[in-house]
């Protein structure tokens, strides 16, 4: 029996054993879900708090159950280690590893080759590879095969299979989650595409196979991107609509009633979240090796960059009119975290804001219940205030920059003496309340 035929017969029988490199949301939520269905999973992070958390039981992901958590690690079907030599153990490896970009917005590809010179260095002969870490398109062929090919001296199409297949996570829907999410997979060879596909139906419904890596790849990029192209969009529409007196809130409502060729974005204060921020950048390193000028997308990276320093001018000028200064005056951020419901601050535009606020001489406070402790203005760690009838009271100036359904409309408009409504939470006009 040859290789692939071991492994496809490992999967058919869930003795297949898996490896996650990478614990953050979207590892810690695949190895879940193979755990789940029976498979012994390893994680794998560089991170000893993570690997302690999960070894003990403890969830830090939101929407993960704590006691299932509990429940795969007493079973010994989940297990975590900062040991990469544990990767000679396993039969499939997931690398679910950060994508950043540097100081110039260019990739930083440092955590996948960091991945990719482990697994190397430690997989057996017969192991499936798949990454899962968001990035520019060729990455799979381009990147990660010389790395694994020259560390490991195995040859591809026998020894190992490399795959790509984008994560599909949303913090916070209740309504799709990992089991019917469809999966779209694109290997570096059939049997590879095979191997691939029948693991992800062990944990998803529905697997969508492409034809290469880098068709998967750009799957990617293309769902985030055109969610950034339409918030921008709609962002710079809420502007000009502020200028004229108009409500944008009204006009999407109005404009939802068309029943084809519309789809409502929504606006806000600039996008968060480690995706949609950043594909664009990644999109544009791989354009510019093939000359390729992304003025489209490149013009709505633009508008949300901007929308942090537009925000600031909102909170200012809300101020003026209240005969006030930004400097001196007690500023109250109500939500920190990127997107409604969830604990996760990466990229979110409340950050920016509040840095920006704050070279401008604002005093700072903020409240998220998800969000204890952030890190602004460098390093510098600040953590969140309990809301309180007084806080509101003595605050010059309350932000809206996320709308958190623990957040009592009637309670804030109530109590505060200014709002800045950026995520229309509010829906009383009142002169006290200035909208996006």
């Known amino acids: 029996m040859n290789l692939k035929d071991q492994i496809v017969q490992k999967i058919a029988s869930s003795d297949v054993k898996i490896a996650v490199i990478g614990l ?4 810690l939520r695949l190895a879940v879900a193979f755990a789940a269905e029976g498979l012994a999973v390893t994680g794998l992070d560089t991170y000893d708090e993570r690997v302690e958390a999960i070894n003990a039981g403890r969830n830090y992901v939101r929407d993960l159950a704590t006691d299932k958590i509990e429940q795969l690690v007493s079973s010994g079907k989940l297990k975590a280690s900062s040991d990469f030599s544990q990767l000679a153990n396993a039969d499939a490896i997931f690398i679910c590893v950060p994508t950043p970009l540097d100081a110039f917005k260019k990739p930083d590809m440092s955590y996948i080759e960091q991945a990719c010179s482990a697994i190397a260095d430690n997989m057996t002969a017969g192991t499936f590879i ?3 870490s968001t990035t520019y398109p060729t990455t799979t062929e381009d990147f990660l095969l010389p790395i694994i ?7 591809h199409g026998r020894d190992f299979w490399l795959a790509y297949s984008p994560e599909r996570v949303d913090p916070g829907n209740q309504q799709f989650h990992t089991r019917n999410t469809p999966k779209v997979i694109g290997a570096l060879s059939d049997e590879g595409l095979e191997i691939g596909k029948q693991l992800y139906r062990k944990i998803v419904d529905h697997v969508h196979p492409v034809s290469s890596p880098r068709v998967a790849e750009m799957v990617k990029i293309m769902e985030n991107t055109y969610r950034l192209v339409n918030i921008s969009l709609v962002n710079e529409l809420a502007l000009l609509c502020g200028k004229m007196d108009i409500d944008i809130w009204e006009v999407i409502e109005a404009a939802k009633t068309k029943p084809y060729g519309f789809q409502p974005f929504y606006p806000g204060p600039g996008i968060g979240g480690h995706c949609i921020p950043l594909d664009p950048f990644y999109l544009e390193h791989i354009a510019k090796k093939f000359d390729f000028d992304l003025s489209l997308i490149h013009t709505a990276g633009h508008i949300n960059n901007m929308m942090a320093h537009r925000m600031t001018i909102k909170i200012t000028s809300a ?10 005056s007690k500023i109250l951020f109500l939500g920190v975290a990127y997107k409604a419901n969830i604990n996760d601050y990466r990229e979110s535009p409340a950050l920016k804001i509040m840095e920006e606020v704050a070279k401008k001489g604002g005093e700072l406070c903020y409240h998220d219940p998800l969000i204890p402790t952030i890190s602004i203005c460098g390093d510098t760690k600040t953590s969140a205030v309990q809301l309180t009838e007084n806080l509101l009271k003595t605050a010059d100036c309350v932000v809206i920059t996320t709308n958190h359904d623990a957040f009592d409309p009637n309670f804030i408009l109530n109590n505060s003496q200014l709002i800045v409504d950026l995520r229309n939470a509010i829906d009383e006009q009142s002169d006290k309340v200035y909208k996006l």
């Not at 101020?319 to 001196?328: D, F, M, P, Q």
């Open 24 to 27: 953050g949301e979207i590892g």
């Open 149 to 155: 090919k020259e560390r490991s001296q195995f040859i």
């Open 319 to 328: 101020l003026n009119r209240h005969k006030k200064a930004i400097n001196g």
């Open 130 to 132: 798949c990454l899962e």
